[in-house]
């Protein structure tokens, strides 16, 4: 259902971690939303942002929305500062939902 994240180098063990840690429901959503999805990683990775794994992992929601909400949310923030704090301590990614 989710190998479709293998495009984006993520992990077979990284897998088994996000069908553990999440609900039927949000891997289905993940799965219909995979377009969006990979853009949002790959986004991710253009930032620097080396906690994907983590956050697909336990913030599966970031990964639900489309890539112009995503980007939306981002662009009120200082995006040098939030990626070094997130890759620090990924749960301050909740910044952007305030």
Do not use: H, W
């Not at 989710?2 to 495009?7: G, R, S, T």
């Amino acid at each position: 259902m989710i190998d479709f994240l293998k495009q984006v180098d993520i992990k077979e063990e990284v897998l088994i971690e996000i069908v553990k840690n999440n609900n039927p429901s949000s891997l289905s959503s993940l799965s219909i939303n995979e377009e969006e999805c990979l853009k949002i990683i790959n986004y991710m990775k253009e930032m620097g942002l080396t906690c994907i794994d983590e956050l697909l992992i336990n913030r599966i929601d970031l990964f639900l929305s489309s890539f112009d909400k995503f980007v939306k949310k981002l662009s009120k923030f200082n995006i040098p500062v939030l990626v070094q704090l997130t890759n620090t301590d990924y749960a301050t990614i909740d910044i952007i939902n305030e």
